[in-house]
């Protein structure tokens, strides 16, 4: 494996936890299945910056998501197992969790929705929901307090309390649970605003990072992560050149949509010139998700189930599948 770190080694050979395939292996494992979306679905799930097309979300995601069915399928046997040896009379339904990590800019969100719309198109999962770790932000007053506001989307500045909570109600299949809103235009919670979460069949949670490791606590013991919920995961990667290129590809394209609305808290990047706005985002890159990706999202990479590698035009080019 030459991307990702290796596990161990023996007399000169590289072991490693993960399958490698490249693009074309990989897509022969849709095994005739008929992808159902269309263009217009493809745009509308497809995130700034990001270029997709149905060839891809067919030969990369449909795959992926049939996988993932499967998985779902195997892990639903294995609870039913699980609740007769236990003697469980009505065993509570316990849902599929999957985490979808990457960095700024390189696509996990896209991905994250590709994934929604296609399991929720499979007979074993037809309620799929999605949640953002972006909801479990602290709010920016908050940050301001704490001195955080430059370090935002960094470890520390999540209510890591709150998501585990929400991740662990949520896996032990309690009727409703909330999620915090936030909002990318005016870049803050939303008070009084919630997303309400029934009993899914599979619930995806997106975010930069969800594989972090638990951390060791005051008194010595390891405590919980919210990765330690998680059924299957996935690691949206590329090199670390190729993501700072298309952050400031999309930090130019904002200017004349998101940024540019009156209600925008970024409304003052929508008139620089090209030169000002690219030195504005490589300043961003370079002080905030350049050193957060290099320090804490990268590093969990190896932690995934599966990792999916972008060359310098955003398609996904192989597929680390981790070995069982």
Do not use: C
């Amino acid at each position: 494996m030459r991307h990702n770190e290796p596990v161990s080694s023996t007399e000169g050979h590289v072991s490693t936890p993960y399958v490698e395939l490249d693009r074309a292996a990989w897509a022969r494992l849709r095994d005739r299945h008929p992808l159902s979306l269309t263009d217009k679905d493809v745009q509308r799930i497809t995130g700034a910056g990001v270029s997709l097309d149905l060839r891809e979300v067919e030969e990369v995601y449909l795959p992926l998501s049939r996988l993932l069915s499967f998985y779902v399928d195997a892990t639903s046997g294995l609870h039913k197992v699980t609740s007769d040896f236990l003697m469980e009379r009505t065993p509570p339904a316990t849902p599929f969790v999957i985490g979808v990590a990457g960095s700024v800019a390189v696509g996990k969100s896209t991905t994250a929705r590709l994934l929604r719309d296609l399991l929720r198109r499979w007979p074993s999962t037809p309620k799929v929901e999605l949640v953002t770790t972006d909801g479990f932000l602290y709010p920016n007053a908050v940050l301001e307090e704490r001195g955080l506001m430059h370090r935002k989307g960094f470890p520390e500045s999540y209510d890591r309390r709150a998501l585990l909570r929400f991740v662990a109600e949520v896996k032990a299949g309690a009727a409703r649970v909330e999620a915090p809103v936030y909002s990318h235009l005016v870049y803050d919670i939303v008070p009084g605003q919630t997303i309400a979460v029934e009993r899914p069949d599979v619930l995806i949670i997106e975010g930069l990072n969800v594989l972090q490791a638990p951390q060791p606590r005051r008194d010595g013991r390891v405590g919980l992560a919210v990765s330690d919920f998680f059924d299957f995961s996935v690691y949206v990667d590329a090199r670390v050149d190729h993501i700072k290129r298309w952050y400031v590809e999309r930090f130019l394209a904002l200017r004349e949509t998101a940024f540019a609305d009156p209600q925008s808290y970024f409304r003052r990047y929508a008139e620089l010139s090209d030169e000002e706005a690219r030195t504005t985002a490589l300043r961003i890159w370079d002080e905030i998700n350049g050193p957060n990706l290099a320090d804490n999202v990268l590093t969990t990479r190896g932690r995934a189930s599966l990792v999916l590698t972008k060359g310098e035009d955003h398609s996904v080019r192989r597929v680390l599948l981790r070995k069982l």
